[in-house]
């Protein structure tokens, strides 16, 4: 029995590194999602059968060994010879061991369990990969994402089974990028379904009301040592304020833009586009935004493919400032 577990466990732990190798050389398309899902289940299993069975027996031939070594014990006293008191003790600690694989499997769910929880459920944490969302984020922003404030969804599978908040004008959204899901995507909500979408010579209009835009003093980006103009753009309701970048060499048309779902709702020209929010979709666009893929080229976000509100950056290793809350 424990031969044949050793093989099945060194044999399960092989295809989680094999599919994690396969997933860093980029043979496999990875889902950290499922990979976390199946190692709670896994681990999970060998925690029950740890708990209510080999521990059970563990401590059955511990007490085996006891009553045995009683006897002895009392049969030594009886003769006028010594018994090893030392040696029974560590004996008593070797049965009590778990085996190896006992010890990778069960010994880690707990930790394993707290962070599928965490994860799929309250907060997950996120590392910002580019400029897009300059100057709200910045490259290499570690940001945690709150998982309950769109609605409680099941991991893997994305169900909602609890509503909560609807996302707002403003906020900024992580979601699964619908020409490829398995990739996670920042920008700011725009546009909520149902609204006509403007971004025509680089104003933002929203139902035919453009967002007002304040001047700020230019945006350096120690990056790419060079200024680029900055503003502060302004819901139409007047309660959110974030800043985004434009640059006046770049055209305001929209280049190769992609065949998605409800393209029809869209219309294209030199100076930019008008899109019409489907219902149960959202329009997303960067606040870097002449250097941002986003809804302008790639289309609208289901209410499936959302994956929480980021709201915290707690932590850039390059710069300690950048701690704290964003809009």
Not at 56 to 63: D, H, I, S
Not at 142 to 168: A, C
Not at 193 to 209: Q, R, S
Not at 244 to 267: G, H, K, V, W, Y
């Amino acid at each position: 029995m424990v031969g044949l577990m050793s093989s099945i466990t060194a044999l399960v732990l092989a295809a989680f590194v094999g599919y994690g190798g396969a997933w860093y050389m980029g043979v496999v398309d990875g889902n950290f999602s499922l990979l976390l899902f199946l190692a709670t289940v896994v681990t999970g299993i060998y925690w029950l059968a740890e708990r209510f069975y080999f521990l059970p027996q563990r401590r059955q031939a511990v007490q085996v060994f006891e009553q045995s070594t009683a006897k002895r014990h009392l049969e030594l006293t009886k003769l006028g010879l010594p018994s090893a008191q030392p040696e029974v003790v560590e004996a008593r600690a070797r049965l009590m061991m778990q085996p190896w694989w006992l010890d990778w499997t069960a010994g880690l769910f707990p930790v394993i369990i707290v962070v599928f929880v965490l994860r799929s459920f309250l907060f997950e944490p996120f590392k910002i990969p580019s400029g897009s969302m300059i100057p709200t984020l910045m490259i290499n922003d570690l940001i945690l994402v709150n998982k309950f404030h769109y609605g409680v969804r099941l991991p893997v599978i994305f169900t909602k089974v609890l509503d909560n908040h609807s996302p707002e004008r403003g906020d900024v959204m992580v979601f699964r990028y619908p020409p490829q899901p398995s990739l996670d995507y920042i920008k700011r909500v725009v546009g909520l379904p149902g609204d006509e979408v403007a971004y025509l010579n680089k104003t933002l209009t929203i139902n035919g009301k453009p967002l007002e835009k304040k001047v700020l003093p230019e945006f350096f980006d120690e990056d790419s040592l060079r200024y680029t103009k900055q503003f502060e753009e302004i819901t139409a309701s007047g309660e959110r304020k974030y800043h985004i970048l434009n640059e006046d060499e770049r055209p305001s048309f929209i280049q190769a833009t992609a065949d998605f779902p409800f393209r029809d709702n869209c219309r294209y020209s030199s100076e930019g586009v008008v899109c019409k929010v489907p219902a149960g979709h959202y329009f997303m666009m960067g606040d870097n935004r002449d250097n941002s893929l986003d809804s302008r080229y790639w289309g609208f976000v289901p209410e499936k493919n959302i994956v929480g509100k980021a709201f915290f950056v707690w932590m850039n290793f390059g710069n300690l400032k950048r701690i704290g809350g964003f809009d």
